[in-house]
């Protein structure tokens, strides 16, 4: 075993440097084999997200819900809510419950986790993708844009809802109907966008395991 992980580590850095040779200009060269990089470290990353992921879940379970008195918290609805939900939480919280979640989710665990999730995603899809000799054959850059265009619509949408959001527990003279509509729908298009790249790797998992 560790006569062969450092060969192996070694051919994998061949390649990456054999697909990023062509265009050596430009500062996308230095991002995309930056990007290319992180599916050596897919497992760490998928650790890390799983760990943070839990620890969410923990709060929202046994602290959150018991500040709103057993309401799930807007972020885990994810097929949105009426105004008249929406409201009814943030009511049930009042201004100590959302001061609190403020500091213990969104400013903390969810300020980290949509950025962890898309560099696990990221590398999840470049590691498995890179297993297919279609995939490995596009362009390094063609492959980290390839990845990134996935990933990134869901990280800009997870941010702003987490904005959205936030602003409706820190001032609830915000909160209309409107407002709520709009965090409902971000919240919607933000799963709905974290679906696509789960449902490439799945893809990308099932053709690597056919190819055995």
């Known amino acids: 075993m560790t006569s062969r992980s450092p060969a192996k580590a070694r051919t994998i850095r061949a390649d990456?440097?054999?697909?990023?040779?062509?265009?050596?200009?430009?500062?996308?060269?230095?991002?995309?084999?930056?990007?290319?990089?992180?599916?050596?470290?897919a497992a760490a990353l998928s650790f890390a997200s799983f760990a943070v992921f839990l620890a969410m879940n923990?709060?929202?379970?046994?602290?959150?819900?018991?500040?709103?008195g057993g309401l799930?918290?807007?972020?885990m609805?994810?097929?949105g809510f009426?105004?008249?939900?929406?409201?009814?939480?943030?009511?049930?919280?009042?201004?100590?419950?959302?001061?609190?979640?403020?500091?213990?989710?969104?400013?903390?665990?969810?300020?980290?986790?949509?950025?962890?999730?898309s560099l696990t995603l990221v590398s999840l899809i470049l590691a498995l993708g890179r297993r297919l000799s279609n995939f490995r054959a596009m362009p390094a850059q063609l492959q980290a844009l390839f990845s990134l265009v996935l990933v990134l619509p869901y990280t800009i949408a997870d941010y702003v809802q987490n904005l959205?959001?936030?602003r409706l527990l820190s001032d609830l003279q915000s909160a209309n109907p409107d407002s709520l509509?709009?965090?409902?729908?971000?919240?919607?298009?933000?799963?709905?966008?974290l679906a696509v790249p789960f449902f490439v790797?799945?893809?990308?998992?099932?053709?690597?395991q056919r190819r055995r």
């Not at 923990?58 to 709103?68: C, N, V």
């Not at 509509?181 to 966008?193: E, G, N, P, Q, R």
């Not at 790797?201 to 690597?208: H, R």
């Open 16 to 41: 990456f440097d054999q697909d990023a040779a062509p265009d050596r200009q430009g500062p996308w060269r230095g991002l995309s084999f930056a990007v290319l990089r992180l599916s050596r470290h």
């Open 181 to 193: 509509a709009f965090a409902s729908s971000l919240i919607v298009t933000k799963f709905a966008l």
């Open 77 to 79: 609805r994810l097929t």
């Open 72 to 75: 799930p918290s807007l972020d």
């Open 82 to 117: 009426t105004p008249d939900e929406g409201m009814a939480w943030l009511t049930a919280l009042g201004r100590r419950g959302g001061e609190i979640i403020i500091v213990w989710h969104y400013l903390t665990f969810d300020l980290l986790f949509p950025a962890l999730l």
């Open 58 to 68: 923990a709060l929202e379970f046994f602290y959150f819900r018991g500040l709103s």
């Open 164 to 166: 959205v959001v936030a």
């Open 201 to 208: 790797i799945a893809v990308f998992a099932l053709a690597g």
